[in-house]
């Protein structure tokens, strides 16, 4: 259980309002800062971490953790695929922002299929872990739901993930993607213990199977339902109780229902009315 001495702080995954921080990156932060907020979690900055950061800096605000490919050699863009940058690149842009923890956000659902994926997976991110170290960094990795589909012997492929990775790995739990990978959350957030350093709050209506699953669709953010922080079917204070070292508790909306900034005050109101932040 966390303690009133132990609680996260609040943070803010700056890709729920992409668009909004591509098109005014300071203004964008300015709002965030004006709603009491202190952290926020980078993505895409590996091309321009000045820019990121003198516009931080500006507002006050610090970006403790943030999101880099780590573990896959392409990433997908609408565009087409591109090589991933070196993870020397990645770290350099990182220390510069003033990230503390850089996470993998996403790999791709085959390779969580077979034991030899997973293997390889949780060796990439050891061996991150040791590039980071010389940069005074630290890695983690961030879930959806394609890590809950296989099942080896009784033990997800999450779980082998996580027992395969060094106790310096950290973990970061998208709690509303852990729960559309049929998992229990609290039970989860418990078992990982002080690995877990950050949670993605998020709510809304989990599908009704795992759209990373053998029969699944394609998934299209335009159809996922998302809510604010406590009016959805995630058990989030339950989740957030369960804790032990959670140091971040990151507001996100992969699909915002309404005004991006309106939206991330309301889950802000739930972290901090709940007491579930510092």
Do not use: C
């Amino acid at each position: 259980m966390t303690t009133p001495t132990s609680l996260p702080e609040a943070s803010v995954q700056l890709y729920s309002l992409a668009s909004e921080f591509s098109a005014d990156t300071s203004g964008s932060l300015d709002k965030l800062a004006a709603l009491g907020l202190r952290n926020v979690e980078a993505f895409a900055f590996v091309d321009r971490p000045a820019e990121i950061r003198a516009a931080l800096d500006a507002s006050g605000l610090a970006s403790p953790t943030g999101h880099a490919p780590l573990l896959s050699d392409e990433l997908w863009t609408p565009d087409g695929s591109i090589p991933t940058p070196a993870p020397e690149v990645v770290f350099e842009a990182a220390a510069t922002i003033g990230i503390q923890t850089v996470i993998d956000p996403f790999v791709s659902p085959e390779r969580w299929l077979t034991e030899d994926g997973v293997d390889d997976i949780a060796e990439r991110l050891n061996r991150a872990a040791d590039v980071a170290a010389t940069f005074g960094l630290s890695v983690g990795y961030h879930n959806h739901a394609q890590e809950f589909v296989a099942d080896f012997g009784g033990q997800t492929a999450y779980e082998r993930f996580v027992a395969l990775t060094d106790e310096r790995v950290q973990l970061e739990l998208d709690l509303f993607w852990a729960l559309t990978g049929g998992q229990n959350v609290p039970a989860l957030v418990a078992a990982l213990g002080d690995r877990l350093t950050a949670v993605h709050v998020k709510d809304g209506v989990v599908p009704a199977s795992n759209p990373w699953g053998p029969d699944a669709g394609e998934l299209s953010t335009a159809s996922l339902d998302q809510r604010h922080a406590g009016t959805g079917e995630v058990p989030l204070a339950d989740a957030l109780r369960a804790g032990t070292g959670i140091r971040y508790a990151v507001i996100e909306y992969d699909r915002a229902p309404g005004d991006v900034f309106a939206d991330i005050a309301a889950s802000l109101a739930f972290l901090t009315e709940g007491g579930f932040v510092r």
